[in-house]
Protein backbone atom coordinates (compact mmCIF):
# COMPACT_ATOMS: atom_id res chain seq x y z
CA UNK A 1 0.00 0.00 0.00
CA UNK A 2 1.30 3.01 -0.96
CA UNK A 3 0.33 6.61 0.69
CA UNK A 4 0.28 9.70 -1.10
CA UNK A 5 0.73 13.28 -0.87
CA UNK A 6 1.08 16.23 -3.61
CA UNK A 7 1.45 19.95 -3.75
CA UNK A 8 1.55 22.67 -6.68
CA UNK A 9 2.23 26.40 -5.20
CA UNK A 10 4.75 29.27 -5.81
CA UNK A 11 7.61 27.55 -3.64
CA UNK A 12 9.62 24.77 -3.85
CA UNK A 13 7.69 21.17 -2.80
CA UNK A 14 10.51 19.15 -1.41
CA UNK A 15 10.52 19.77 2.17
CA UNK A 16 6.53 19.83 1.90
CA UNK A 17 6.50 16.41 0.61
CA UNK A 18 8.43 15.02 2.63
CA UNK A 19 6.80 16.92 5.82
CA UNK A 20 3.51 15.59 4.56
CA UNK A 21 4.54 12.37 4.13
CA UNK A 22 6.14 12.29 7.91
CA UNK A 23 2.55 12.81 8.77
CA UNK A 24 1.44 9.87 6.69
CA UNK A 25 4.50 7.73 7.93
CA UNK A 26 1.95 5.83 10.44
CA UNK A 27 0.13 4.37 7.66
CA UNK A 28 3.29 2.68 6.08
CA UNK A 29 6.68 3.02 6.74
CA UNK A 30 8.58 0.57 4.84
CA UNK A 31 9.67 2.84 2.02
CA UNK A 32 9.32 6.19 0.36
CA UNK A 33 9.88 8.24 -2.52
CA UNK A 34 9.25 12.11 -4.10
CA UNK A 35 9.51 13.39 -7.52
CA UNK A 36 9.78 17.29 -8.15
CA UNK A 37 9.12 19.22 -11.37
CA UNK A 38 10.49 22.99 -11.60
CA UNK A 39 7.92 25.12 -13.86
CA UNK A 40 10.47 24.18 -16.95
CA UNK A 41 10.40 20.76 -16.36
CA UNK A 42 13.61 19.26 -14.41
CA UNK A 43 13.03 16.66 -12.48
CA UNK A 44 13.92 16.28 -9.28
CA UNK A 45 14.11 12.52 -8.08
CA UNK A 46 14.76 11.04 -4.51
CA UNK A 47 14.01 7.63 -3.06
CA UNK A 48 14.76 5.45 0.56
CA UNK A 49 14.23 2.42 1.81
CA UNK A 50 13.36 2.45 5.85
CA UNK A 51 12.04 5.73 7.00
CA UNK A 52 10.67 9.10 6.04
CA UNK A 53 13.56 10.33 7.65
CA UNK A 54 15.94 8.66 5.48
CA UNK A 55 14.36 10.26 2.43
CA UNK A 56 14.44 13.60 4.27
CA UNK A 57 18.25 13.22 4.81
CA UNK A 58 18.98 12.64 0.95
CA UNK A 59 16.63 15.30 0.13
CA UNK A 60 18.41 17.68 2.85
CA UNK A 61 21.98 16.13 1.32
CA UNK A 62 20.89 17.87 -1.79
CA UNK A 63 20.64 21.21 -0.33
CA UNK A 64 23.38 22.86 -3.26
CA UNK A 65 19.84 21.99 -6.15
CA UNK A 66 18.31 25.47 -5.02
CA UNK A 67 16.46 25.06 -8.16
CA UNK A 68 12.19 25.72 -6.97
CA UNK A 69 10.70 22.29 -7.84
CA UNK A 70 6.96 23.38 -7.54
CA UNK A 71 4.92 20.47 -8.36
CA UNK A 72 5.64 17.41 -6.41
CA UNK A 73 4.47 14.39 -6.07
CA UNK A 74 5.74 11.55 -3.12
CA UNK A 75 4.52 8.28 -1.47
CA UNK A 76 5.31 6.06 2.04
CA UNK A 77 5.04 2.58 1.27
CA UNK A 78 3.53 -0.37 2.84
CA UNK A 79 5.27 -3.37 1.29
CA UNK A 80 2.30 -5.99 -0.26
CA UNK A 81 4.22 -7.04 -3.39
CA UNK A 82 7.84 -7.53 -3.30
CA UNK A 83 10.17 -7.18 -0.70
CA UNK A 84 11.42 -3.69 0.88
CA UNK A 85 14.59 -3.14 -1.14
CA UNK A 86 15.58 -0.12 -3.41
CA UNK A 87 14.54 -1.69 -6.33
CA UNK A 88 11.20 -1.65 -5.05
CA UNK A 89 11.05 1.78 -4.24
CA UNK A 90 10.90 3.87 -7.26
CA UNK A 91 8.78 6.91 -8.62
CA UNK A 92 6.51 5.36 -11.16
CA UNK A 93 7.10 6.45 -14.60
CA UNK A 94 5.70 6.06 -18.34
CA UNK A 95 8.64 4.83 -20.72
CA UNK A 96 8.42 8.17 -22.26
CA UNK A 97 9.65 9.44 -18.86
CA UNK A 98 6.58 12.15 -19.46
CA UNK A 99 4.08 10.67 -16.52
CA UNK A 100 4.78 10.08 -12.96
CA UNK A 101 1.77 8.89 -10.94
CA UNK A 102 1.36 8.07 -6.88
CA UNK A 103 -1.23 5.28 -6.27
CA UNK A 104 -3.11 3.87 -3.23
CA UNK A 105 -5.13 1.02 -3.91
CA UNK A 106 -4.82 -2.14 -5.96
CA UNK A 107 -5.77 -2.52 -9.18
CA UNK A 108 -7.27 -6.31 -9.70
CA UNK A 109 -6.67 -6.11 -13.43
CA UNK A 110 -3.32 -4.87 -14.15
CA UNK A 111 -2.32 -7.81 -15.31
CA UNK A 112 -5.01 -7.85 -18.53
CA UNK A 113 -3.63 -3.94 -19.21
CA UNK A 114 -0.09 -4.87 -18.95
CA UNK A 115 -0.40 -7.79 -21.40
CA UNK A 116 -2.33 -5.48 -23.55
CA UNK A 117 0.84 -3.19 -23.54
CA UNK A 118 3.93 -5.15 -23.57
CA UNK A 119 3.80 -5.05 -26.94
CA UNK A 120 4.86 -1.28 -26.88
CA UNK A 121 6.46 -0.85 -23.37
CA UNK A 122 8.89 -2.80 -21.31
CA UNK A 123 8.12 -3.27 -17.52
CA UNK A 124 10.82 -2.53 -14.84
CA UNK A 125 8.37 -3.69 -11.76
CA UNK A 126 5.98 -6.41 -11.03
CA UNK A 127 3.65 -3.29 -9.60
CA UNK A 128 0.04 -2.48 -10.64
CA UNK A 129 1.04 1.18 -10.50
CA UNK A 130 3.95 1.22 -12.94
CA UNK A 131 1.00 -1.04 -15.52
CA UNK A 132 -1.14 2.50 -14.61
CA UNK A 133 1.77 4.90 -16.09
CA UNK A 134 2.09 2.98 -18.52
CA UNK A 135 -1.59 2.69 -19.80
CA UNK A 136 -1.55 6.75 -19.38
CA UNK A 137 1.10 7.07 -21.66
CA UNK A 138 -0.82 4.79 -24.49
CA UNK A 139 -3.93 6.58 -23.92
CA UNK A 140 -2.92 9.80 -23.91
CA UNK A 141 -4.69 12.52 -26.01
CA UNK A 142 -3.26 15.77 -25.46
CA UNK A 143 -4.79 16.64 -22.55
CA UNK A 144 -4.58 15.42 -19.26
CA UNK A 145 -8.32 15.39 -18.03
CA UNK A 146 -9.47 13.32 -20.46
CA UNK A 147 -6.72 11.00 -20.80
CA UNK A 148 -7.45 10.26 -17.14
CA UNK A 149 -11.04 10.26 -17.73
CA UNK A 150 -10.10 7.34 -19.94
CA UNK A 151 -7.91 5.73 -17.88
CA UNK A 152 -10.56 5.87 -15.06
CA UNK A 153 -12.48 3.61 -17.24
CA UNK A 154 -9.91 0.76 -18.07
CA UNK A 155 -9.60 0.38 -14.40
CA UNK A 156 -11.23 -2.32 -12.01
CA UNK A 157 -9.96 -2.51 -8.32
CA UNK A 158 -9.40 0.23 -5.73
CA UNK A 159 -7.62 3.37 -6.29
CA UNK A 160 -6.50 7.22 -5.61
CA UNK A 161 -3.76 8.34 -7.49
CA UNK A 162 -2.21 11.52 -8.76
CA UNK A 163 -0.27 12.02 -11.66
CA UNK A 164 2.21 14.44 -12.64
CA UNK A 165 3.25 15.36 -16.38
CA UNK A 166 6.39 16.55 -17.21
CA UNK A 167 5.65 18.69 -19.97
CA UNK A 168 2.79 20.57 -18.35
CA UNK A 169 4.35 21.82 -14.52
CA UNK A 170 1.79 23.18 -12.05
CA UNK A 171 -0.56 20.64 -13.33
CA UNK A 172 -2.32 17.72 -11.37
CA UNK A 173 -4.68 15.58 -12.07
CA UNK A 174 -6.24 12.95 -9.46
CA UNK A 175 -9.19 10.30 -9.72
CA UNK A 176 -10.11 7.68 -7.12
CA UNK A 177 -12.55 4.46 -6.50
CA UNK A 178 -13.14 3.73 -2.94
CA UNK A 179 -9.62 4.57 -1.70
CA UNK A 180 -9.59 8.55 0.34
CA UNK A 181 -8.42 11.61 -1.59
CA UNK A 182 -8.19 14.60 -0.42
CA UNK A 183 -8.03 18.42 -1.52
CA UNK A 184 -6.23 20.89 0.74
CA UNK A 185 -6.30 24.67 0.32
CA UNK A 186 -3.38 26.76 1.52
CA UNK A 187 -2.18 29.93 1.46
CA UNK A 188 0.96 28.67 -0.09
CA UNK A 189 -0.08 26.27 -2.70
CA UNK A 190 -2.85 23.42 -3.05
CA UNK A 191 -2.42 20.16 -1.65
CA UNK A 192 -3.65 16.23 -2.06
CA UNK A 193 -2.89 13.27 0.05
CA UNK A 194 -4.29 10.38 1.58
CA UNK A 195 -5.73 11.54 4.56
CA UNK A 196 -6.94 14.69 6.65
CA UNK A 197 -4.49 14.48 9.25
CA UNK A 198 -1.59 14.61 7.12
CA UNK A 199 -3.08 17.75 5.61
CA UNK A 200 -3.91 19.81 8.75
CA UNK A 201 -0.96 21.41 10.16
CA UNK A 202 -0.66 22.21 6.15
CA UNK A 203 -3.43 23.59 4.70
CA UNK A 204 -6.45 25.91 5.93
CA UNK A 205 -9.50 24.05 4.42
CA UNK A 206 -9.88 20.58 2.79
CA UNK A 207 -12.53 18.92 0.34
CA UNK A 208 -12.76 14.92 0.92
CA UNK A 209 -13.24 13.73 -2.85
CA UNK A 210 -16.11 11.11 -3.94
CA UNK A 211 -15.68 7.94 -5.63
CA UNK A 212 -15.26 8.24 -9.44
CA UNK A 213 -14.57 11.95 -9.00
CA UNK A 214 -11.76 13.60 -10.41
CA UNK A 215 -9.49 16.61 -9.38
CA UNK A 216 -7.73 18.99 -11.74
CA UNK A 217 -4.87 21.20 -10.06
CA UNK A 218 -4.10 23.78 -12.81
CA UNK A 219 -3.39 27.75 -13.06
CA UNK A 220 -2.90 27.37 -8.93
CA UNK A 221 -6.76 26.56 -8.93
CA UNK A 222 -8.65 23.10 -8.22
CA UNK A 223 -11.69 21.87 -10.06
CA UNK A 224 -13.59 18.75 -9.34
CA UNK A 225 -15.45 16.79 -11.57
CA UNK A 226 -17.63 13.71 -11.76
CA UNK A 227 -18.35 12.13 -15.79
CA UNK A 228 -16.72 15.36 -17.22
CA UNK A 229 -18.91 17.55 -15.42
CA UNK A 230 -17.95 20.20 -12.97
CA UNK A 231 -18.80 19.72 -9.19
CA UNK A 232 -19.31 22.56 -6.58
CA UNK A 233 -18.43 21.66 -3.39
CA UNK A 234 -17.85 23.93 -0.49
CA UNK A 235 -14.56 22.94 1.46
CA UNK A 236 -14.60 22.84 5.38
CA UNK A 237 -12.29 24.52 7.43
CA UNK A 238 -9.30 21.91 9.12
CA UNK A 239 -10.19 22.01 12.84
CA UNK A 240 -7.74 21.64 15.93
CA UNK A 241 -8.79 18.26 16.71
CA UNK A 242 -7.76 17.00 13.39
CA UNK A 243 -4.03 18.26 13.32
CA UNK A 244 -1.50 15.52 15.16
CA UNK A 245 -0.25 17.00 18.49
CA UNK A 246 2.96 17.51 19.69
CA UNK A 247 4.93 14.48 22.19
CA UNK A 248 5.28 16.84 24.79
CA UNK A 249 6.72 14.86 27.77
CA UNK A 250 5.89 11.48 26.33
CA UNK A 251 8.72 9.10 24.65
CA UNK A 252 6.38 7.68 22.51
CA UNK A 253 2.85 8.85 21.13
CA UNK A 254 1.58 5.07 21.96
CA UNK A 255 2.26 6.24 25.54
CA UNK A 256 0.93 9.81 24.88
CA UNK A 257 -2.30 7.88 23.57
CA UNK A 258 -2.80 5.87 26.29
CA UNK A 259 -2.48 8.69 28.55
CA UNK A 260 -4.89 10.78 26.82
CA UNK A 261 -7.82 8.33 27.75
CA UNK A 262 -9.11 9.95 30.39
CA UNK A 263 -9.57 13.31 28.54
CA UNK A 264 -11.10 11.26 25.05
CA UNK A 265 -13.93 9.88 27.36
CA UNK A 266 -14.97 13.85 28.00
CA UNK A 267 -15.19 14.42 24.16
CA UNK A 268 -16.74 10.73 23.40
CA UNK A 269 -19.75 10.89 25.37
CA UNK A 270 -19.87 14.98 25.09
CA UNK A 271 -23.47 15.89 23.42
CA UNK A 272 -24.41 11.80 24.22
CA UNK A 273 -24.94 11.59 27.82
CA UNK A 274 -25.86 13.92 30.31
CA UNK A 275 -24.35 12.99 33.62
CA UNK A 276 -26.75 15.12 36.04
CA UNK A 277 -30.11 13.99 34.59
CA UNK A 278 -28.52 10.25 34.33
CA UNK A 279 -30.28 10.07 30.77
CA UNK A 280 -28.55 9.14 27.31
CA UNK A 281 -29.71 11.73 24.87
CA UNK A 282 -28.64 11.60 21.11
CA UNK A 283 -30.34 11.62 17.50
CA UNK A 284 -28.10 9.05 16.26
CA UNK A 285 -28.98 6.57 19.64
CA UNK A 286 -33.15 7.76 19.29
CA UNK A 287 -33.10 6.48 15.17
CA UNK A 288 -31.46 3.46 16.09
CA UNK A 289 -33.67 2.86 19.26
CA UNK A 290 -36.40 3.54 16.58
CA UNK A 291 -35.52 0.43 14.32
CA UNK A 292 -37.22 -2.44 13.95
CA UNK A 293 -34.06 -4.88 14.89
CA UNK A 294 -33.95 -8.20 16.18
CA UNK A 295 -30.35 -9.76 15.68
CA UNK A 296 -26.62 -7.18 15.60
CA UNK A 297 -23.68 -8.26 13.82
CA UNK A 298 -20.68 -6.31 14.13
CA UNK A 299 -18.16 -6.36 11.70
CA UNK A 300 -14.59 -5.26 12.02
CA UNK A 301 -11.06 -6.26 12.25
CA UNK A 302 -7.89 -6.76 14.46
CA UNK A 303 -8.65 -4.60 17.90
CA UNK A 304 -11.80 -3.34 16.19
CA UNK A 305 -12.63 -6.70 16.48
CA UNK A 306 -12.15 -7.03 20.03
CA UNK A 307 -14.03 -4.30 20.80
CA UNK A 308 -16.90 -5.31 18.40
CA UNK A 309 -16.43 -8.82 20.43
CA UNK A 310 -16.88 -6.92 23.37
CA UNK A 311 -19.83 -4.94 22.23
CA UNK A 312 -21.21 -7.95 21.74
CA UNK A 313 -21.72 -8.67 25.72
CA UNK A 314 -23.30 -5.61 25.92
CA UNK A 315 -26.17 -5.80 23.68
CA UNK A 316 -26.98 -9.28 24.56
CA UNK A 317 -26.59 -8.16 28.02
CA UNK A 318 -28.49 -4.84 28.31
CA UNK A 319 -30.57 -4.70 25.20
CA UNK A 320 -31.09 -8.51 24.96
CA UNK A 321 -30.49 -8.44 21.20
CA UNK A 322 -28.68 -11.02 20.10
CA UNK A 323 -25.29 -10.13 18.78
CA UNK A 324 -22.60 -11.55 16.69
CA UNK A 325 -19.13 -10.01 16.26
CA UNK A 326 -17.65 -11.45 13.20
CA UNK A 327 -13.84 -10.56 11.81
CA UNK A 328 -14.30 -8.72 8.35
CA UNK A 329 -12.15 -10.85 6.39
CA UNK A 330 -14.03 -13.94 7.34
CA UNK A 331 -17.56 -12.07 6.35
CA UNK A 332 -15.71 -11.69 3.24
CA UNK A 333 -14.89 -15.49 2.58
CA UNK A 334 -18.41 -16.57 4.49
CA UNK A 335 -22.07 -17.40 2.68
CA UNK A 336 -23.73 -14.04 3.72
CA UNK A 337 -27.09 -14.23 4.49
CA UNK A 338 -28.62 -10.67 4.18
CA UNK A 339 -31.25 -10.49 7.31
CA UNK A 340 -33.07 -7.09 6.85
CA UNK A 341 -34.00 -6.99 10.80
CA UNK A 342 -30.18 -7.18 12.02
CA UNK A 343 -28.45 -3.94 11.99
CA UNK A 344 -25.01 -4.33 10.50
CA UNK A 345 -22.20 -2.32 12.56
CA UNK A 346 -19.35 -1.62 11.09
CA UNK A 347 -16.42 -0.69 13.32
CA UNK A 348 -13.36 0.52 12.20
CA UNK A 349 -10.48 3.65 13.83
CA UNK A 350 -9.41 4.55 10.04
CA UNK A 351 -12.51 4.13 8.21
CA UNK A 352 -10.71 2.83 5.65
CA UNK A 353 -9.65 -1.04 6.12
CA UNK A 354 -10.36 -2.63 2.76
CA UNK A 355 -11.72 -5.86 4.31
CA UNK A 356 -14.41 -4.15 6.42
CA UNK A 357 -15.22 -1.56 3.43
CA UNK A 358 -15.28 -4.57 1.29
CA UNK A 359 -18.11 -6.26 4.01
CA UNK A 360 -19.66 -2.93 3.68
CA UNK A 361 -20.42 -3.25 0.19
CA UNK A 362 -21.63 -6.56 0.15
CA UNK A 363 -24.24 -5.78 3.34
CA UNK A 364 -25.55 -2.46 1.43
CA UNK A 365 -25.94 -3.90 -2.15
CA UNK A 366 -28.25 -6.30 -0.26
CA UNK A 367 -30.20 -3.18 1.11
CA UNK A 368 -29.58 -4.02 4.63
CA UNK A 369 -28.93 -1.58 7.27
CA UNK A 370 -25.41 -0.20 8.65
CA UNK A 371 -24.17 1.49 11.32
CA UNK A 372 -20.80 2.97 11.63
CA UNK A 373 -18.20 3.54 14.54
CA UNK A 374 -15.65 5.32 13.27
CA UNK A 375 -13.30 7.58 14.32
CA UNK A 376 -11.53 9.31 10.95
CA UNK A 377 -14.35 12.03 10.15
CA UNK A 378 -15.58 11.45 6.50
CA UNK A 379 -13.41 8.53 5.89
CA UNK A 380 -14.85 6.04 3.31
CA UNK A 381 -16.97 3.65 5.61
CA UNK A 382 -18.15 6.87 7.69
CA UNK A 383 -19.33 8.04 4.78
CA UNK A 384 -20.62 4.93 3.67
CA UNK A 385 -22.81 4.09 6.57
CA UNK A 386 -26.76 4.13 7.15
CA UNK A 387 -26.29 5.84 10.63
CA UNK A 388 -22.99 6.13 12.20
CA UNK A 389 -21.38 7.92 15.33
CA UNK A 390 -17.92 8.80 15.60
CA UNK A 391 -15.78 7.61 17.78
CA UNK A 392 -14.59 10.95 18.78
CA UNK A 393 -11.22 9.72 20.10
CA UNK A 394 -8.73 12.25 18.79
CA UNK A 395 -6.05 12.16 15.77
CA UNK A 396 -4.34 8.31 16.42
CA UNK A 397 -1.19 8.71 15.04
CA UNK A 398 0.80 5.72 15.28
CA UNK A 399 -0.24 1.81 14.50
CA UNK A 400 -1.36 0.29 17.84
CA UNK A 401 -4.83 1.43 18.56
CA UNK A 402 -5.81 2.38 22.05
CA UNK A 403 -8.05 5.16 22.61
CA UNK A 404 -10.08 4.72 19.90
CA UNK A 405 -10.44 1.40 21.23
CA UNK A 406 -11.54 2.40 24.34
CA UNK A 407 -13.83 5.10 22.92
CA UNK A 408 -15.42 2.30 20.57
CA UNK A 409 -16.11 0.38 23.78
CA UNK A 410 -17.83 3.20 25.27
CA UNK A 411 -20.20 3.95 21.63
CA UNK A 412 -20.93 0.27 21.83
CA UNK A 413 -22.03 0.41 25.72
CA UNK A 414 -24.46 3.16 24.81
CA UNK A 415 -25.96 1.77 22.10
CA UNK A 416 -26.50 -1.11 23.93
CA UNK A 417 -28.05 0.83 26.45
CA UNK A 418 -29.95 2.93 24.20
CA UNK A 419 -31.58 0.04 22.45
CA UNK A 420 -32.24 -2.02 25.95
CA UNK A 421 -34.04 1.19 27.14
CA UNK A 422 -36.44 1.43 24.45
CA UNK A 423 -36.83 -2.34 25.24
CA UNK A 424 -37.06 -4.61 28.25
CA UNK A 425 -34.07 -2.39 30.37
CA UNK A 426 -35.69 -0.91 33.31
CA UNK A 427 -35.00 3.03 33.61
CA UNK A 428 -33.26 2.71 37.03
CA UNK A 429 -31.25 0.31 35.89
CA UNK A 430 -30.16 2.43 33.19
CA UNK A 431 -29.62 5.35 35.34
CA UNK A 432 -27.99 3.31 38.03
CA UNK A 433 -25.47 2.19 35.30
CA UNK A 434 -25.22 5.98 34.10
CA UNK A 435 -24.04 6.71 37.95
CA UNK A 436 -21.28 4.07 37.08
CA UNK A 437 -20.06 4.99 34.01
CA UNK A 438 -19.39 8.56 35.78
CA UNK A 439 -16.30 7.31 37.91
CA UNK A 440 -14.72 5.84 34.75
CA UNK A 441 -12.26 8.70 33.65
CA UNK A 442 -10.82 8.90 37.69
CA UNK A 443 -10.88 5.21 37.74
CA UNK A 444 -8.55 4.95 34.49
CA UNK A 445 -6.50 8.16 35.93
CA UNK A 446 -5.89 5.33 38.61
CA UNK A 447 -5.13 2.63 36.45
CA UNK A 448 -2.63 4.93 34.74
CA UNK A 449 -0.90 5.99 38.08
CA UNK A 450 0.28 2.32 38.31
CA UNK A 451 2.70 2.85 35.30
CA UNK A 452 5.82 3.05 37.46
CA UNK A 453 4.16 -0.92 39.00
CA UNK A 454 3.32 -2.15 35.92
CA UNK A 455 6.49 -1.54 34.69
CA UNK A 456 8.55 -3.17 36.79
CA UNK A 457 6.65 -6.29 36.47
CA UNK A 458 6.78 -6.04 32.13
CA UNK A 459 10.39 -6.07 32.77
CA UNK A 460 10.34 -9.42 35.19
CA UNK A 461 7.91 -10.69 32.29
CA UNK A 462 9.89 -9.50 29.07
CA UNK A 463 12.34 -12.49 29.90
CA UNK A 464 9.59 -14.53 28.51
CA UNK A 465 9.23 -15.85 24.55
CA UNK A 466 5.68 -16.90 25.06
CA UNK A 467 2.33 -15.89 27.32
CA UNK A 468 -1.59 -16.79 27.15
CA UNK A 469 -3.92 -14.30 28.51
CA UNK A 470 -7.23 -15.90 29.83
CA UNK A 471 -10.40 -14.20 30.30
CA UNK A 472 -14.40 -15.25 30.79
CA UNK A 473 -16.94 -13.24 29.57
CA UNK A 474 -16.26 -9.42 28.90
CA UNK A 475 -12.54 -10.20 29.59
CA UNK A 476 -12.23 -13.15 26.95
CA UNK A 477 -12.45 -10.53 23.89
CA UNK A 478 -10.41 -8.20 26.67
CA UNK A 479 -8.06 -10.92 26.72
CA UNK A 480 -7.89 -10.72 22.94
CA UNK A 481 -7.23 -7.21 22.74
CA UNK A 482 -4.36 -7.30 25.20
CA UNK A 483 -2.75 -10.74 23.80
CA UNK A 484 -2.67 -8.46 20.15
CA UNK A 485 -1.14 -5.35 21.77
CA UNK A 486 1.69 -7.34 23.39
CA UNK A 487 2.32 -9.28 19.69
CA UNK A 488 2.18 -6.13 17.77
CA UNK A 489 4.19 -3.46 20.29
CA UNK A 490 6.83 -6.54 22.05
CA UNK A 491 6.81 -9.22 19.46
CA UNK A 492 6.65 -11.69 22.35
CA UNK A 493 4.04 -14.90 21.28
CA UNK A 494 1.15 -14.61 23.48
CA UNK A 495 -2.60 -16.45 22.59
CA UNK A 496 -5.28 -15.26 24.14
CA UNK A 497 -8.03 -18.03 25.55
CA UNK A 498 -11.13 -18.06 27.55
CA UNK A 499 -10.48 -19.53 30.51
CA UNK A 500 -12.37 -22.02 30.83
CA UNK A 501 -11.14 -23.02 27.38
CA UNK A 502 -7.31 -23.66 28.68
CA UNK A 503 -8.47 -26.88 29.61
CA UNK A 504 -9.49 -28.56 26.88
CA UNK A 505 -6.17 -28.57 25.18
CA UNK A 506 -3.91 -25.24 25.22
CA UNK A 507 -2.97 -25.98 28.89
CA UNK A 508 -0.33 -28.37 27.78
CA UNK A 509 2.45 -25.93 26.66
CA UNK A 510 2.45 -24.58 30.19
CA UNK A 511 5.42 -24.59 32.12
CA UNK A 512 7.67 -22.45 34.65
CA UNK A 513 8.83 -21.00 31.48
CA UNK A 514 5.49 -19.73 29.94
CA UNK A 515 3.31 -17.42 31.90
CA UNK A 516 -0.14 -17.03 31.57
CA UNK A 517 -1.94 -13.35 32.36
CA UNK A 518 -5.65 -13.46 33.71
CA UNK A 519 -8.43 -10.85 33.88
CA UNK A 520 -10.42 -11.57 36.91
CA UNK A 521 -12.26 -9.10 38.53
CA UNK A 522 -14.71 -10.16 41.64
CA UNK A 523 -18.02 -11.13 39.69
CA UNK A 524 -19.99 -13.85 38.65
CA UNK A 525 -17.07 -15.72 37.59
CA UNK A 526 -14.54 -15.14 39.30
CA UNK A 527 -14.41 -18.75 41.34
CA UNK A 528 -14.70 -20.66 38.30
CA UNK A 529 -11.17 -18.53 36.58
CA UNK A 530 -9.64 -18.95 39.84
CA UNK A 531 -9.96 -22.51 39.83
CA UNK A 532 -8.81 -22.61 35.92
CA UNK A 533 -5.80 -20.79 36.99
CA UNK A 534 -5.22 -23.86 39.49
CA UNK A 535 -4.56 -25.46 36.73
CA UNK A 536 -1.70 -23.39 35.94
CA UNK A 537 -0.44 -22.97 39.03
CA UNK A 538 -0.29 -26.68 39.67
CA UNK A 539 1.80 -26.77 36.21
CA UNK A 540 4.13 -24.14 37.64
CA UNK A 541 3.12 -21.73 35.18
CA UNK A 542 4.13 -17.95 36.46
CA UNK A 543 0.69 -16.26 36.43
CA UNK A 544 0.17 -12.55 36.30
CA UNK A 545 -3.24 -11.45 37.49
CA UNK A 546 -5.30 -9.19 37.11
CA UNK A 547 -7.89 -8.22 40.06
CA UNK A 548 -9.63 -6.32 41.91
CA UNK A 549 -8.95 -3.42 44.11
CA UNK A 550 -10.37 -5.14 46.89
CA UNK A 551 -9.91 -8.70 45.79
CA UNK A 552 -9.30 -10.25 49.16
CA UNK A 553 -7.56 -13.53 48.23
CA UNK A 554 -4.14 -12.09 48.08
CA UNK A 555 -2.56 -15.87 49.36
CA UNK A 556 -3.47 -16.70 45.21
CA UNK A 557 -1.34 -14.34 43.79
CA UNK A 558 2.65 -13.59 42.93
CA UNK A 559 1.80 -11.51 40.67
CA UNK A 560 -0.69 -8.21 40.28
CA UNK A 561 -2.44 -5.85 38.43
CA UNK A 562 -5.46 -4.11 40.21
CA UNK A 563 -7.91 -3.18 38.24
CA UNK A 564 -10.46 -0.61 39.62
CA UNK A 565 -12.97 -1.33 42.37
CA UNK A 566 -15.96 -4.02 42.47
CA UNK A 567 -17.41 -3.31 39.19
CA UNK A 568 -17.10 -5.46 36.38
CA UNK A 569 -18.42 -3.61 33.27
CA UNK A 570 -15.39 -0.84 34.43
CA UNK A 571 -13.32 -3.36 34.84
CA UNK A 572 -13.40 -3.59 30.91
CA UNK A 573 -12.10 -0.53 30.57
CA UNK A 574 -9.65 -0.56 33.25
CA UNK A 575 -8.28 -3.85 32.09
CA UNK A 576 -7.94 -2.50 29.04
CA UNK A 577 -5.57 0.00 30.28
CA UNK A 578 -3.83 -1.88 32.42
CA UNK A 579 -2.77 -4.06 29.28
CA UNK A 580 -2.04 -1.17 27.13
CA UNK A 581 0.61 -0.22 29.70
CA UNK A 582 2.01 -3.64 30.39
CA UNK A 583 2.47 -4.06 26.36
CA UNK A 584 3.78 -0.58 26.36
CA UNK A 585 6.33 -1.48 28.98
CA UNK A 586 7.18 -4.83 27.81
CA UNK A 587 7.92 -3.60 24.17
CA UNK A 588 10.18 -0.91 26.13
CA UNK A 589 11.75 -3.25 28.25
CA UNK A 590 12.72 -5.10 24.63
CA UNK A 591 14.10 -1.64 23.32
CA UNK A 592 11.29 -1.99 20.48
CA UNK A 593 10.01 0.58 18.38
CA UNK A 594 6.48 0.93 20.07
CA UNK A 595 5.01 3.60 17.62
CA UNK A 596 6.75 2.09 14.43
CA UNK A 597 6.31 -1.87 15.24
CA UNK A 598 8.16 -4.19 12.75
CA UNK A 599 5.99 -5.45 9.24
CA UNK A 600 2.53 -3.10 10.26
CA UNK A 601 0.99 -0.31 8.91
CA UNK A 602 -1.57 1.63 10.70
CA UNK A 603 -4.50 1.76 7.88
CA UNK A 604 -4.59 -1.17 6.16
CA UNK A 605 -6.49 -1.08 2.58
CA UNK A 606 -5.65 -4.36 1.33
CA UNK A 607 -7.63 -7.34 1.65
C1 LIG B 1 -3.94 -3.03 16.48
C2 LIG B 1 -4.54 -2.28 15.40
C3 LIG B 1 -5.14 -3.02 14.27
C4 LIG B 1 -6.42 -2.32 13.80
C5 LIG B 1 -6.97 -3.02 12.54
C6 LIG B 1 -8.28 -2.39 12.09
O1 LIG B 1 -3.45 -2.18 17.48
O2 LIG B 1 -4.53 -1.07 15.40
O3 LIG B 1 -5.41 -4.35 14.61
O4 LIG B 1 -7.35 -2.33 14.82
O5 LIG B 1 -6.05 -2.94 11.51
O6 LIG B 1 -8.12 -1.04 11.80
P1 LIG B 1 -9.33 -0.05 11.78
O7 LIG B 1 -9.88 0.04 13.15
O8 LIG B 1 -8.76 1.24 11.28
O9 LIG B 1 -10.34 -0.63 10.83
Known amino acids: ?14 EKLVNGLKMLEYRGYDSAWMVGLTNSSEVFI ?20 TKLYTTGIAHTRWAT ?28 NYKEIKASLESDHTFYSQTDTEVVAKLIESLYDGNLKSTMEKVAAKLVGAYSLAVIDRENPGTIVGIKLWSPLIVGEATDGIYISSDVNALAALAESYTILEDHEMIVIEDKKYSIFLAGEQVERASQEVEEGQKIDELWNFTSYTEKEIFDIPSVLENVWSGRINFETKEIKNETLDALAELDIDRICIISSGSSYYAGDIGGYFFRKFAGIPCQAIISSEFLADTFIPEKKTL ?4 SQSGETADVRESMKIVKAKGCMTFGIVNVVG ?32 VLLMVAVALGKSRDMQISDVRDLIAELSELPDKISETLMQGPHIKKLAKKYSNYDDMFVLGRNYFYPVAGEASLKCKELSYIHCEAYSAGELKHGPLALVSPKFPTMVFNPMGKFYSKTVSNVQEVAAREGPILWFISKNDTHNELYTDTIELSETSELLSVFTGLVSSYLFALYLAEALWRDVDKPRNLAKSVTVE
Open 46 to 65: EKAVGRVSALATKVASKSED
Open 1 to 14: MCWIFAYVGETDSR
Open 81 to 108: HGGVTEANTHPHVSTNERFYIVHNGIIE
Open 344 to 347: YVFL
Open 379 to 410: STIARMADYGLYSHAGVEVWVASTKNVIAQVW
